[in-house]
């Protein structure tokens, strides 16, 4: 989990940043953050970040921490909010950006457990963080149908666009590791969600789409296929 703390009392700051060092003294999760001393700052720093949890102070020195989440919710309606004040009559407005949390300071351990707790509990799609041109943007794993790889460039193919960027397919699989995505041919990864037939040199996919298949990957990704829909088959068999 990767944590913004947009607060502009020093103090306050390196409390929770003192807490969540704590925190993860005591629990395995992964987590990191930074801090921002101002919404501005943040909205500067964005395009280069990706943050599953915001935690921000509601009276902030220049745009406050409620304008700040409104702006962010027009970006992105999944991220986790959360807000920080000593000020009762603002717990109304996170209900506007469906805040996760309105926490009243101090900010205490048992508050910032109980915060993590909930925001973990946000169960999101998967999803990869791509630099897209010069801007950071979240493809949801599920979209992909597959990604081809030619020269140093990569398009990543979902279900509504090709999207092209600078990587190896070596380098992203090192990102699909667990997931239903293989590599079928060295210069192709499919999404086993989308296949729906495989020959003996190619795969098809649901759309009509032909995928190479390595000859030496032919064996390994047809026992792949099998297990994958027998485990969906599993999942979506009703419970007696």
Not at 42 to 60: G, S, T, V, Y
Not at 81 to 97: C, P, R, T
Not at 172 to 193: D, S
């Amino acid at each position: 989990m990767h944590i913004a703390i947009v607060e502009d009392d020093a103090a306050a700051c390196a409390q929770a940043v003192a807490l969540l060092k704590q925190y993860v003294q005591t629990h395995e999760q992964t987590i990191s953050w930074l801090t921002y001393p101002s919404a501005e700052a943040f909205l500067f720093a964005l395009p280069d970040q990706a943050f599953d949890l915001l935690l921000l102070d509601i009276r902030l020195a220049g745009q406050d921490g409620v304008t700040l989440a409104k702006t962010i919710r027009q970006r992105d309606a999944n991220i986790a909010i959360a807000f920080l004040s000593n000020y009762e009559q603002y717990v109304f407005d996170g209900y506007d950006v469906d805040a996760l949390a309105y926490i009243m300071k101090p900010l205490t351990l048992a508050k910032l457990t109980g915060l993590l707790t909930k925001a973990m509990a946000r169960v999101q799609p998967e999803a990869l963080m791509l630099n897209l041109h010069g801007t950071l943007e979240r493809i949801y794993l599920y979209d992909i149908r597959y990604v081809e790889a030619s020269g140093h460039y990569l398009t990543i193919h979902t279900q509504t666009a090709d999207l092209t960027l600078k990587d190896t397919l070596d380098h992203l699989q090192t990102q699909l590791i667990g997931t239903n995505f293989v590599r079928v041919h060295r210069a192709f990864v499919v999404n086993l969600n989308f296949v729906s037939s495989l020959e003996a040199t190619a795969l098809t996919l649901n759309d009509g789409t032909d995928i190479p298949v390595a000859r030496s990957k032919r064996s390994a990704l047809k026992d792949q296929l099998l297990q994958h829909y027998r485990t969906l088959n599993q999942e979506e068999r009703p419970h007696s």
